[in-house]
């Protein structure tokens, strides 16, 4: 941009509305900046002293200088070590890389460190690019409509109602 220049912004638009301990346990999947209303949501939720809801972390990225907010979420992890829990996934990790999973978000990840399927009041929320919502999810319809559950979460055996689309 230019000096006076201008530059149009949008938002915020709410999304999902929370309340306090909404969910027992809720799980965040996203990929690249689609962590930003994860981050959002997570905060809220420990900023709250009377807020217990537990929070588990599945984040993909491409390198490790990629992963956003990374200090960030490392305080929630010592802070909260029985309610928070973060697990991320590099497509292009470097030799050192030791902190997780090499590849995408893939089902054998999901299946190991989200809340089962037939467990009362869990929500997990999706947020990310295209191709993660197609493989974990299905895409929305519209900012309105959830469209189908299709992808590894609807194969794991998790219904409409327990995901929720940003």
């Not at 965040?28 to 709250?48: D, E, H, K, V, W």
């Not at 490790?64 to 070590?81: M, R, W």
């Not at 999901?110 to 467990?119: A, D, S």
Request: aromatic content about 10%; proline content about 8%.
């Amino acid at each position: 941009m230019k000096p006076n220049q201008r530059l149009d912004f949008k938002g915020p638009i709410p999304k999902y509305p929370w309340e306090q301990n909404k969910h027992d346990h809720i799980a965040l999947i996203s990929g690249g900046t689609g962590i930003t209303p994860m981050y959002q949501l997570a905060r809220a939720i420990f900023n709250n002293p009377n807020d217990k809801t537990k929070v588990t972390l599945v984040f993909g990225n491409i390198g490790e200088d990629d992963i956003l907010l990374k200090s960030e979420f490392e305080e929630l992890e010592n802070t909260y070590p029985q309610r928070f829990k973060a697990f991320y996934m590099l497509e292009k990790p470097s030799d050192k890389w030791a902190r997780g999973g090499t590849g995408y978000i893939n089902k054998e990840l999901l299946k190991q460190v989200l809340p089962e399927p037939k467990t009362e009041n869990i929500k997990l929320f999706v947020c990310g690019p295209p191709g993660l919502y197609k493989a974990i999810s299905g895409m929305k319809t519209s900012p309105k409509d959830q469209g189908e559950l299709t992808g590894i979460l609807s194969e794991l055996g998790y219904t409409k109602d327990q995901v929720y689309k940003f």
